[in-house]
């Protein structure tokens, strides 16, 4: 998809990364299943983007903030260090853990947001695609050698780090894909997903200027090694990306989504395992495709939304505008419901579903709503057959993913460029109404409910709110 709004960062954005907590009515899992064996948080830690393995999205256990009290929201602090934020706040070991568009990634008082340490993970100057630092969302886990909180990030500079969390000191690096020096190819978009002693990353470009082969890597947690390397596309061509961020299921079995192949006519962009929801074992042997049918391709569309795992399903957003649910047993499709267009000036979704155990919470792009035309929109599914049960329209698209606390409230950004002025909005979860519209700028980032406070990450800085008494 392209469009204005993409005009600071190219054309392409990953909605990555991982997380915590799932609530258990419909999948019957506890909390550490939800979890995998390695992570270190509590129930009101927010470890990593989208809160789990299982990319929920929802913190069951955060309940102080909700629709009769968001009026109470005041700032409380605001670290604003010269950079923009594209990656999301990871909550964890009494601590914020976020990278910086800079190249630097911070550990911050949650109380104060004063900056405890700080590392440096490179930086990818202006070639032939935009500049970027450190723009996927880390994950902290539990180091299953020296048992110790572990953070997981990938650096601008083509590495995958593990850093300790009480100094950010480098434990171990290992390679991702290296980039040019002299063209924008690789760049990781893709957010690190700890589960069961592994982890697991997407290779992406950065603006498709060149396209690189996309693939997917599997690392071991304890020492970097890398185990497995699953290409998406014939040896010698390019396209398949992961933008994106891995789920695992409880029982380990690894889903993935990819991006379009080479530019073309429509159907040309289908190759291999393009345009794809894919299953793969623990060891990433390819169990399952589900791909989009060559006639609801459009151009520049991708998977770019991350997958989210709920009851026996596998949904995900594709900038088609439509969200697709398949069968996790047999990959074959579920449903599916067009959430943005097909008209309107930045029609599309590549944001990840919130999923409380009971319903479907999506962000998307361009919507008319009783003849009015919004530039983006929240809504609410059924979980079992994408029927929808309210929806609401926002000023601006909505490309970052939503998040959802145990009292019922729905953070929800827009991050578009050619439309002001862009805003983090709290959303009764129970019928779509405003509760609060915080104006801080473009919003990729997904906003963070952990500690009874809400963390929200912008190109302006990191802010904090908390309930005044």
């Known amino acids: 998809m392209t469009g204005n709004w993409w005009a600071r960062c190219g054309r392409r954005r990953a909605t990555g990364l991982l997380g915590s907590v799932i609530a258990v009515a419909l999948t019957g899992i506890s909390t550490a299943e939800a979890l995998g064996a390695t992570a270190a948080s509590g129930p009101t830690d927010w470890p990593a983007y989208l809160n789990g393995p299982l990319h929920s ?22 670290h604003a260090p010269g950079h923009i934020y594209l990656a999301s706040p990871a909550v964890a070991d009494g601590a914020i853990f976020i990278g910086s568009d800079g190249g630097w990634i911070y550990k911050l008082s949650p109380a104060t947001g004063k900056v405890l340490h700080k590392a440096y993970l490179g930086y990818q100057r202006h070639e032939t695609c935009g500049a970027f630092g450190t723009v996927d969302t ?98 010698g061509s390019v396209g398949g990306s992961i933008w994106s961020s891995v789920a695992v299921a409880p029982d380990g079995d690894v889903f993935a989504t990819t991006g379009n192949g080479p530019e073309g006519s429509a159907t040309s962009q289908l190759l291999a395992y393009s345009e794809s929801i894919l299953k793969f074992s623990p060891t990433l042997k390819l169990l399952g495709q589900f791909q989009v049918p060559a006639s609801q391709v459009t151009y520049d569309a991708d998977f770019g939304a991350s997958p ?66 919004y530039r983006g929109s929240i809504q609410e599914r059924n979980p079992a057959d994408g029927a929808l049960r309210w929806e609401t329209g926002l000023p601006n698209g909505v490309i970052g993913s939503p998040t959802m606390d145990g009292g019922g409230v729905i953070a929800v950004g827009t991050y578009d460029i050619s439309a002001a002025p862009n805003a983090t909005y709290l959303v009764d979860a129970s019928n779509g109404r405003i509760l609060r519209t915080f104006v801080t700028g473009m919003d990729f980032a997904q906003s963070v409910f952990a500690y009874g406070r809400l963390y929200v990450a912008t190109v302006d800085g990191v802010y904090a709110y908390g309930l005044s008494h």
């Open 57 to 78: 999205s929802y913190i069951p256990a955060e309940t102080a903030i909700t629709p009769a009290t968001a009026a109470r929201l005041v700032l409380t602090w605001h």
């Open 138 to 235: 880390a994950t902290v886990a539990t180091d299953p050698v020296d048992h110790e909180p572990t953070v997981y990030v990938a650096g601008a500079d083509g590495y995958l780090y593990a850093l300790s969390a009480s100094t950010l000191r480098v434990k171990w690096k290992s390679v991702i894909a290296i980039p040019s020096a002299t063209v924008s190819n690789y760049f990781d978009w893709s957010s690190p997903t700890v589960a069961n002693g592994k982890i697991y990353i997407g290779v992406a470009s950065n603006c498709d200027d060149p396209l690189i082969p996309g693939e997917l890597i599997g690392y071991d947690q304890a020492s970097g090694k890398k185990f497995a390397q699953f290409y998406t596309v014939p040896k």
């Open 308 to 373: 989210v795992l709920f009851g026996r399903y596998a949904g995900a957003c594709d900038k088609n505008g439509i969200f697709y649910v398949v069968n996790q047993a047999t990959m074959k499709l579920a449903w599916e419901k067009t959430v943005s267009g097909p008209t309107g000036p930045i029609t599309g979704c590549i944001a990840a579903a919130v999923y409380n155990g009971h319903d479907l919470y999506i962000g998307g792009l361009s919507v008319t709503i009783d003849g009015v035309s």
